[in-house]
């Protein structure tokens, strides 16, 4: 099964709310994600011509991530999971100034990065792919 396939069901699990918080640290260390760390700019195929920036860091031995869609504000993950080769992260966004939980599943391909993303109460999943900036 390809990465983007299987990151369909954790996307779909994740939004249903299968992951439920236990209250404790769930931290994941930085060094289990080094190949995702960087600044990637992402170009969408749907919303086609948009594009979506995502900054993964190291903050302390911990991974951290900041999602930004065009030249509105970054938005900070809440929820960072690794799952074999993907990075899913979790996060909310605003429509219609109603905060909507946002999921979206990251793979490498060599020096590309590949984006699904679903939003709640959506049946469409949103893809793009990008390279890390220098």
Do not use: Y
Not at 19 to 31: E, I, K, M, T
Not at 67 to 80: A, E, K, M, N, Y
Not at 104 to 114: A, E, F, K, V, W
């Amino acid at each position: 099964m390809t990465a983007r396939r299987l990151a369909l069901p954790i996307i779909a699990l994740v939004l249903s709310g299968g992951f439920a918080s236990s209250g404790q640290d769930c931290a994941l260390r930085s060094s289990r994600a080094t190949a995702f760390i960087g600044t990637w700019v992402i170009s969408m195929t749907n919303p086609a011509g948009a594009t979506e920036t995502v900054r993964i860091s190291d903050q302390n031995g911990t991974l951290a991530a900041t999602v930004q869609s065009g030249r509105f504000p970054p938005i900070h993950v809440t929820g960072l999971l690794k799952d074999d080769d993907t990075l899913v992260l979790t996060l909310t966004r605003f429509e219609n100034g109603k905060p909507i939980r946002a999921v979206i599943s990251l793979t490498l391909d060599g020096d590309t990065m590949h984006l699904a993303q679903m939003l709640e109460f959506s049946e469409t999943i949103k893809h793009g792919s990008g390279k890390k900036q220098a």
